[in-house]
């Protein structure tokens, strides 16, 4: 879990600590093939950023959540039931229970700076921080197949969240083979808060047993550019302004221009973080009601 040393730093609050739920950023994603059952098949390049929302763990007499942040509000009306943070939080004690371990309550604050749906595994990043948070809070470990079936149960981006770290993820999202060789990337991320259904834009692929990813080898952004995003061109037909973003993206210099998961989030691979940053100003100064930030990603 790479991003634990990171928030271990962060200095202790009402003997409370932070739990950094980093972006997920989709490299490539290639869609090879759909299970009996509707799922899709997926090979998809995974890597994280040093940013996204962060979730404040605290022992408490009573479990509590709130919720603040830039698009915190989009998660108020959110029923419990349908809150990965609350989801994790109660299937991970209830196993530990059932295991004879104790899980006190806990007040949890999130930060949500992510937007929401888009594509970058916000709210699959955010239950593995309050995984992670929650065993160390709690002072236990579970078996990593034990962990990675409680991940996979909330949803099939949660396993490689709770991984963190550069990885090709394979079959619904289960499936993962570490990248230690990708590098960390300077990058810029946007989002015109514009809403893209998923479910529609699988049911608009025209084809459903693309190309695999196949070798990687040889130089990572070569072979970034030779790889795609099967979800982008159905995305770009239902959101006209995935086109625009990722055109004023590239203008700005970026190497790479790509969508990332289902989107509307696209983001640019950019030489260094000065020009990212610089990117990134001048992208929020244009488009003043879209999401921009800069990003450094974890990798070797």
Same mark, same amino acid.
């Given at each position: 879990?790479?991003?634990?040393?990171?928030?271990?730093?962060?200095?202790?609050?009402?003997?409370?600590?932070?739990?950094?739920?980093?972006a997920k950023?989709?490299?490539?994603?290639?869609?090879?093939?759909?299970?009996?059952?509707?799922?899709?098949?997926?090979?998809?390049?995974?890597?994280?950023? $040093?940013?996204?929302?962060?979730?404040?763990?605290?022992?408490?007499?009573?479990?509590?959540?709130?919720?603040?942040?830039?698009?915190?509000?989009?998660?108020?009306?959110?029923?419990?039931?349908?809150?990965?943070?609350?989801?994790?939080?109660?299937?991970?004690?209830?196993?530990?229970?059932?295991?004879?371990?104790?899980?006190?309550?806990?007040?949890?604050?999130?930060?949500?700076?992510?937007p929401?749906?888009a594509?970058?595994?916000?709210?699959?990043?955010?239950?593995?921080a309050?995984?992670?948070?929650?065993?160390?809070?709690?002072?236990?470990?579970?078996?990593?197949?034990?962990?990675?079936?409680?991940?996979?149960?909330?949803?099939?981006?949660?396993?490689?969240?709770?991984?963190?770290?550069?990885?090709?993820?394979?079959?619904?999202?289960?499936?993962?083979?570490?990248?230690?060789?990708?590098?960390s990337?300077?990058?810029?991320?946007?989002?015109?808060?514009?809403?893209?259904?998923?479910?529609?834009?699988?049911?608009?692929?025209?084809?459903?047993?693309?190309?695999?990813?196949?070798?990687?080898?040889?130089?990572?952004?070569?072979?970034l550019?030779?790889?795609?995003? $099967?979800?982008?061109?159905?995305?770009r037909?239902l959101?006209?302004?995935?086109?625009?973003?990722?055109?004023?993206?590239?203008?700005?210099?970026?190497?790479?221009?790509?969508?990332?998961?289902?989107?509307?989030?696209?983001?640019?691979?950019?030489?260094?973080?000065?020009?990212?940053?610089?990117?990134?100003?001048?992208?929020?100064a244009?488009?003043?009601?879209?999401?921009?930030?800069?990003?450094?990603?974890?990798?070797?």
């Amino acid at each position: 879990m790479l991003f634990n040393n990171l928030n271990q730093e962060r200095p202790a609050q009402k003997a409370g600590f932070f739990e950094l739920a980093p972006a997920k950023i989709n490299l490539a994603l290639h869609v090879v093939g759909q299970r009996a059952d509707g799922y899709h098949l997926l090979e998809t390049i995974v890597t994280f950023a $040093d940013k996204g929302d962060r979730l404040h763990l605290e022992p408490a007499e009573a479990d509590s959540f709130r919720v603040s942040g830039r698009f915190g509000h989009l998660l108020q009306s959110v029923d419990a039931a349908q809150n990965l943070v609350l989801r994790a939080r109660d299937r991970l004690r209830q196993a530990l229970q059932d295991m004879g371990h104790e899980a006190s309550p806990v007040a949890l604050h999130l930060e949500k700076d992510l937007p929401v749906a888009a594509g970058i595994g916000g709210g699959s990043a955010d239950a593995a921080a309050a995984i992670r948070g929650l065993l160390r809070l709690w002072n236990v470990e579970l078996e990593e197949a034990e962990l990675a079936t409680l991940a996979l149960s909330l949803g099939a981006d949660v396993p490689m969240c709770l991984k963190g770290e550069p990885l090709l993820a394979s079959g619904i999202g289960e499936e993962m083979m570490p990248l230690p060789t990708l590098p960390s990337l300077a990058m810029v991320l946007g989002n015109p808060l514009v809403g893209v259904s998923t479910p529609e834009i699988f049911r608009r692929l025209p084809n459903k047993n693309n190309d695999p990813i196949g070798p990687l080898d040889g130089d990572w952004m070569d072979l970034l550019r030779r790889l795609r995003n $099967d979800l982008e061109p159905p995305a770009r037909l239902l959101v006209s302004e995935v086109e625009q973003l990722s055109a004023e993206i590239k203008a700005e210099g970026a190497l790479l221009t790509r969508m990332s998961g289902s989107g509307a989030t696209c983001f640019g691979i950019f030489r260094d973080a000065e020009a990212a940053e610089h990117a990134a100003k001048n992208l929020a100064a244009k488009r003043l009601g879209w999401y921009f930030q800069a990003v450094q990603t974890v990798g070797a």
